[in-house]
């Protein structure tokens, strides 16, 4: 079932094999996605083809700077002619898999309320909590280079992603492929792969996983050494990072190894499980010094020398 979801969203996103499949992994990890990458490259059909084919209700929410809690957590009314009582309007919030598109251009404000959907997976209206579809995904876009009247997300929210995903540009192949199979770019129209019970079934199977001891120490020291402040701590980590990921990091990996486990065949998590994720997990969790920006060097660079520099089991 997992890999014909890859098929469907392949048929999508052409040429972006990895992409998909860090989706299709934070998928079964039961984790948010934000996508970044320039506008144009099919993040939002991305999206949209992901709820075709689970079977899942799905809402785009459009970003902006005037977007108000409310609009998406849904507010109260007053309904009625004989007897007028407030009456709660769910918000687009309340759908399985929510695309949350340009999320950095929304205020602080709403992205605060975002943040407790995708944490507590409910929303809390006037001092009511309401829980939210079961299962519940927020998929959410930004632009890298427009960041003009934007508001940042924050540190606490960016950790609530599983994984952060860049999104490359495509090459003259694939934009011949593009202008000769799609008629003013529509994608193909795809049928439902999984429903409710067989996504369940998917779910169960991740979590039947077993994570190895090795495997889970590798993935303790790996987070630990992302710390500037911890001996183990490479040298381009101590240079270029102020704060390193937290313990929801080692978690992330845990829960994308498992399900990348699970799309490779296997019945036990290994160490190349965690390398493959360890980039869209990490990235968006090390905060950057200001020597970082001086010298060009990315959150996926310091990534890249992280794992070169922690061993999958520990030297003497």
Same mark, same amino acid.
């Given at each position: 079932?997992?890999?014909?979801?890859?098929?469907?969203?392949?048929?999508?996103?052409?040429?972006?094999?990895?992409?998909?499949?860090?989706?299709?992994?934070? +998928?079964?990890?039961? =984790?948010?996605?934000? #996508?970044?990458? %320039?506008?144009?490259?099919?993040?939002?059909?991305?999206c949209? $083809? *992901?709820?075709?084919?689970?079977?899942?209700?799905?809402?785009?929410?459009?970003?902006?700077?005037?977007?108000?809690?409310?609009?998406?957590?849904?507010?109260?009314?007053?309904?009625?002619?004989?007897?007028?009582?407030?009456?709660?309007?769910?918000?687009?919030l309340?759908?399985?898999l929510?695309?949350?598109?340009e999320?950095?251009?929304?205020?602080?404000?709403?992205?605060?309320?975002?943040?407790?959907?995708?944490?507590?997976?409910?929303?809390?209206?006037?001092?009511?909590?309401?829980?939210?579809?079961?299962?519940?995904?927020?998929?959410a876009?930004?632009?890298?280079?427009?960041?003009?009247?934007?508001?940042?997300?924050?540190?606490?929210?960016?950790?609530?992603?599983?994984f952060?995903?860049l +999104?490359?540009?495509? =090459?003259?192949?694939? #934009?011949?492929? %593009?202008?000769?199979?799609?008629?003013?770019?529509?994608?193909? $129209? *795809?049928?439902?792969?999984?429903?409710?019970?067989?996504?369940?079934?998917?779910?169960?199977?991740?979590?039947?996983?077993?994570?190895?001891?090795?495997?889970?120490d590798?993935?303790g020291?790996?987070?630990?050494?992302?710390?500037?402040?911890?001996?183990?701590?490479?040298?381009?980590?101590?240079?270029?990072?102020r704060?390193?990921?937290?313990?929801?990091a080692?978690?992330?990996l845990?829960?994308?190894?498992r399900?990348?486990?699970l799309l490779?065949?296997?019945?036990?998590?290994?160490?190349d499980?965690?390398?493959?994720?360890?980039?869209?997990?990490?990235?968006?969790?090390?905060?950057?010094?200001?020597?970082?920006?001086?010298?060009k060097?990315s959150?996926?660079?310091?990534?890249?020398?992280?794992?070169?520099?922690?061993?999958?089991?520990?030297?003497?």
């Amino acid at each position: 079932m997992a890999s014909r979801l890859k098929a469907g969203l392949n048929q999508v996103m052409l040429d972006q094999e990895s992409v998909v499949e860090q989706v299709v992994t934070a +998928v079964l990890a039961r =984790g948010h996605v934000l #996508l970044e990458g %320039l506008p144009g490259l099919g993040k939002t059909e991305l999206c949209k $083809a *992901l709820a075709r084919l689970l079977s899942l209700p799905f809402r785009r929410i459009q970003f902006t700077p005037d977007l108000l809690p409310g609009d998406i957590t849904g507010t109260y009314v007053l309904e009625g002619e004989a007897r007028r009582d407030f009456v709660f309007r769910e918000g687009p919030l309340f759908a399985s898999l929510v695309l949350a598109d340009e999320i950095n251009r929304s205020s602080p404000k709403t992205q605060s309320a975002l943040l407790e959907a995708m944490q507590e997976r409910s929303v809390t209206v006037l001092g009511q909590t309401r829980p939210l579809p079961d299962p519940f995904f927020v998929l959410a876009t930004q632009n890298p280079i427009e960041l003009e009247g934007t508001y940042p997300l924050p540190e606490a929210q960016l950790d609530r992603f599983l994984f952060r995903i860049l +999104v490359p540009p495509v =090459g003259a192949k694939t #934009l011949r492929t %593009l202008l000769t199979t799609r008629v003013r770019g529509a994608p193909p $129209a *795809l049928e439902p792969v999984l429903d409710a019970e067989g996504l369940s079934r998917l779910f169960a199977a991740v979590d039947r996983v077993h994570l190895p001891g090795p495997v889970a120490d590798f993935i303790g020291r790996l987070v630990e050494a992302s710390d500037p402040r911890q001996a183990s701590a490479p040298e381009p980590v101590r240079r270029f990072v102020r704060f390193g990921a937290s313990p929801r990091a080692a978690l992330a990996l845990a829960a994308a190894g498992r399900a990348r486990a699970l799309l490779e065949g296997r019945p036990n998590v290994g160490f190349d499980d965690v390398v493959a994720a360890a980039p869209a997990a990490l990235n968006h969790r090390l905060v950057l010094a200001y020597e970082a920006s001086l010298e060009k060097v990315s959150a996926p660079d310091v990534v890249r020398e992280l794992l070169k520099a922690t061993p999958e089991v520990p030297r003497g």
